[in-house]
């Protein structure tokens, strides 16, 4: 697990919580939230993929 930092004072007494995950039609994200303990500063970090599997099913479909 790479060392994060607070973006806001820089402590790194941080807590994680529980990633989610969000499913649209032509992208997936994934959605990182943490909680400073030092500043009480709350901060998001979301990855944004392609749906890859949704085309892979759509090139399926047109194949056969
Ligand atoms: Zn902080």
Redesign the pocket.
Known sequence: MEPIL?P????IN?LQDDDYSIELDIEYWTVHHWD?L????SFDKIEILPATNTFEEINESTIH
């Open positions: 607070c806001f004072c820089g402590g941080i400073c030092d500043c009480g500063q």
